[in-house]
């Protein structure tokens, strides 16, 4: 069974500092890449950050490029997402999901072709 759980949301300040966590398992993780996405209250699902499989490349929207870093370690299925100088448009639900194709040389960035995705974890930027 397939899973994906994310942690490590919460409250903080703007300018504040956070690292999101998504333990997989079910699967061979070493293999897939693997991209953050976040939805805000009221609007769709949009793309954060995504790494490939061997972590040789990473990507970024826009936005968050230069706060954002994305990372994994293949030896305890996770991935995660620190996210420094937090601003309060980044408040949403941060899922963590996995690529549908092994070893794909470059990551995803559209959400369609992810096959697994977490529940979500709450990212609240708030004075």
């Known amino acids: 069974q397939v899973q994906l759980v994310e942690s490590g949301g919460g409250l903080v300040q703007p300018g504040g500092s956070l690292r999101l966590s998504c333990a997989a398992s079910?699967?061979?993780?070493?293999?897939?890449?693997m991209g953050w996405f976040r939805q805000a209250r009221g609007k769709e699902r949009e793309f954060v950050s995504s790494?490939?499989?061997?972590?040789?490349?990473?990507l970024y929207a826009d936005s968050v490029k230069g706060r954002f870093t994305i990372s994994r370690d293949n030896g305890l299925n996770t991935v995660y997402l620190r996210m420094d100088s937090l601003k309060p448009e980044d408040t949403a639900v941060y899922y963590c999901?996995?690529?549908?194709?092994?070893?794909?040389?470059?990551?995803?960035?559209?959400?369609?072709?992810?096959?697994?995705w977490g529940q979500g974890t709450q990212v609240t930027v708030s004075s």
């Open positions: 790494i490939s499989w061997s972590s040789g490349r990473t």
């Open positions: 999901a996995a690529d549908s194709i092994t070893k794909r040389l470059v990551p995803l960035v559209g959400s369609n072709g992810y096959q697994y």
């Open positions: 079910g699967f061979t993780f070493s293999s897939y890449g």
